[in-house]
């Protein structure tokens, strides 16, 4: 029995340092961009709330189903922060944490297609469904020079 304890929680500190690897591959992923983008205080990118900043500082304005968002910088956050603050409020909180979910997600598809056209939906779906996998690929494009947004 305390073999399969073990063997539990060994897979659990395996997922744990996946995920970890994850995020701070995305981080630097970020912050390389921003980096090269010339913005201030790019370390952000290792911050909860504060990789959303400079994720919509990188973008600057995009596109979301037609609807364009000016001003990422502060929509990402505050959606994210959102998120957080209401997860407990229900039906309420769900949407609010499902159009957090899905405006991140139009965002990383987008700054894929600016560094590497073509590769969007397959880099987004990599990082919902093989957080590692999708962040390993995020961190391959950092260094790649963004396309101009038509």
Do not use: C, H
Not at 78 to 88: N, P, R, Y
Not at 106 to 124: C, P, S, T, W
């Amino acid at each position: 029995m305390a073999f399969i304890a073990g063997l539990g929680i060994g897979f659990i500190l395996l997922i744990g340092l996946l995920g970890l690897a994850a995020y701070i591959l995305m981080a630097l992923a970020l912050m390389t961009m921003a980096q090269r983008k010339g913005i201030e205080n790019a370390w952000l990118a290792f911050i909860p709330v504060g990789n959303m900043f400079i994720l919509g500082s990188i973008l600057g304005e995009f596109d979301l189903f037609g609807t364009k968002i000016e001003k990422p910088e502060m929509v990402l956050p505050i959606l994210s922060l959102a998120s957080f603050f209401f997860a407990g409020f229900g039906f309420v909180g769900s949407l609010i944490s499902l159009l957090s979910f899905v405006v991140s997600l139009v965002a990383y598809y987008q700054l894929v297609e600016r560094y590497k056209k073509g590769n969007g939906i397959l880099y987004v779906v990599l990082l919902v469904v093989l957080a590692p996998v999708g962040a390993w690929l995020f961190y391959s494009i950092r260094e790649n020079t963004p396309m101009t947004v038509e």
